[in-house]
């Protein structure tokens, strides 16, 4: 038998403005114009590809940089 007396659920403390900042990465990749076109070229690669790579490196430091920010310490 279920209690007719169920206490609320607190609220989460875990809700940082910060993590706006995990869009970012989801966002810039979705701006075709950034990467369509061959030139410039780095290291003989088409900006396309070394973009991409620049992508992934966005990614990991965005993350990094909010998980850094928003860990609880203690």
Do not use: C, E
């Amino acid at each position: 038998m279920t209690s007719p007396h169920t206490d609320p659920v607190p609220p989460r403390g875990d809700r940082s403005p910060l993590y706006w900042l995990l869009l970012v990465p989801v966002v810039v990749p979705l701006l075709v114009p950034l990467f369509n076109a061959d030139d410039p070229r780095l290291f003989g690669f088409p900006r396309f590809y070394w973009l991409q790579l620049a992508f992934i490196i966005l990614g990991v430091g965005t993350t990094t940089l909010v998980y850094q920010l928003t860990k609880r310490r203690g």
